[in-house]
């Protein structure tokens, strides 16, 4: 029996105010508006999760899609935050001209996690040239370009009149990138590279000192873009993430296509991760899936036998 994780539909954030965040992810990043008003997700109507329906939009760059989702008295987005804190997770954003693209970003206001102008890695990590920053609400994005011969083929032929091309991967920082690895492979996703980043371009990039991150791809089984990555820290230590809100800025959250969404529930849970499963039922003619990873990032499952997307 065929089950796991098939594919990354969307990402989703959670915004204070979503016509700001809408303007700036068309204006700064190129995405399309393509619905400004759609309704909420089908995991808002699981027992318990969500009291008041929230304002959507939905955006897409390339073929890859994000739904801002507004809760107007959500928690901020935490003071202070790094990249290495457990909550953190960004939304990597191919661009076909990295210049053009940093100054674009720069004149909507984008608030810059990276040290100075964009940082090209060493070729032990794939020579790609990338930018952190933060959009109003305080989300992480980066900016990355990829050598030719590097990244998934698809970039190298995408054409298009802005300098940014689509969503290649969501990061998430992880406590033990080993526990993480065995959760999400639960889940059907496996491992297809690994890498050890660290040096002064990787400082730059992060604003942090003495880096070392373990950075590991997990791809979903019928499609290798866009996927997840692990960034492990083992130098320095980040925060844990202390907030259980699912409307809390922060809780950014990773929507799969899946198959046998039962079948995974219970393979978390005999694996000893009974925690994970927030809330699941029959929506609208699909199993939905609220979980939430071991270092307190959300993830919905879809399921696609008899799947209808409620946007």
């Known amino acids: 029996m065929t089950h796991g994780?098939?594919?990354?539909?969307?990402?989703?954030?959670?915004?204070?105010?979503?016509?700001?965040?809408?303007?700036?992810y068309r204006d700064a990043l190129g995405f399309n508006v393509d619905v400004a008003d759609v309704p909420p997700p089908a995991w808002t109507l699981l027992p318990?999760?969500?009291?008041?329906?929230?304002?959507?939009?939905?955006?897409?760059?390339?073929?890859?899609?994000?739904?801002?989702?507004?809760?107007?008295?959500?928690?901020?987005?935490?003071?202070?935050?790094?990249?290495?804190?457990?909550?953190?997770?960004?939304?990597?954003?191919?661009?076909?001209?990295?210049?053009?693209?940093y100054r674009q970003v720069m004149q909507h206001a984008a608030k810059p996690i990276t040290?100075?102008?964009?940082?090209?890695?060493?070729?032990s990590t794939g020579s790609v040239a990338a930018f952190k920053f933060r959009d109003p609400d305080g989300h992480p994005l980066e900016l990355i370009s990829f050598p030719a011969g590097t990244g998934d083929p698809m970039w190298q032929s995408v054409r298009a009149g802005s300098p940014t091309l689509g969503i290649d991967?969501?990061?998430?920082?992880?406590?033990?990138?080993?526990?993480?690895?065995?959760?999400?492979?639960?889940?059907?996703?496996?491992?297809?590279?690994?890498?050890?980043?660290?040096?002064?371009?990787?400082?730059?990039?992060?604003?942090?000192?003495?880096?070392?991150?373990?950075?590991?791809?997990?791809?979903?089984?019928?499609?290798r873009t866009p996927h997840l990555e692990l960034l492990g820290y083992r130098e320095p230590?980040?925060?844990?993430?202390?907030?259980?809100?699912?409307?809390?800025?922060?809780?950014d959250r990773l929507v799969w296509q899946a198959e046998n969404v039962d079948v995974l529930l219970d393979a978390l849970t005999d694996a000893g991760f009974p925690d994970a499963i927030i809330a699941s039922g029959y929506i609208g003619g699909a199993t939905i899936a609220m979980l939430r990873d071991p270092d307190g990032h959300?993830?919905?499952?879809?399921?696609?036998?008899t799947r209808r997307t409620r946007f």
Do not use: K
Not at 75 to 98: E, K, N, R
Not at 298 to 305: F, G
């Open 48 to 101: 318990g999760l969500c009291d008041t329906p929230p304002r959507c939009a939905r955006l897409s760059l390339g073929a890859q899609q994000i739904v801002l989702t507004e809760f107007r008295n959500a928690a901020p987005y935490p003071a202070g935050s790094t990249a290495c804190d457990l909550w953190f997770q960004h939304c990597a954003i191919v661009v076909s001209a990295m210049d053009g693209a």
């Open 115 to 123: 040290r100075g102008d964009p940082q090209t890695l060493p070729p």
């Open 298 to 305: 959300l993830l919905v499952l879809e399921e696609t036998a």
């Open 5 to 24: 994780v098939q594919r990354l539909l969307r990402i989703e954030r959670n915004t204070g105010d979503l016509d700001r965040a809408t303007a700036f």
């Open 169 to 223: 991967h969501s990061a998430i920082s992880v406590g033990d990138a080993e526990r993480s690895i065995l959760y999400y492979e639960l889940l059907g996703l496996r491992a297809w590279s690994r890498g050890l980043n660290r040096g002064i371009e990787q400082q730059h990039l992060d604003d942090l000192t003495d880096v070392e991150v373990d950075v590991v791809a997990m791809q979903p089984a019928a499609a």
């Open 237 to 251: 230590l980040g925060r844990a993430n202390s907030s259980a809100a699912i409307t809390a800025i922060a809780a």
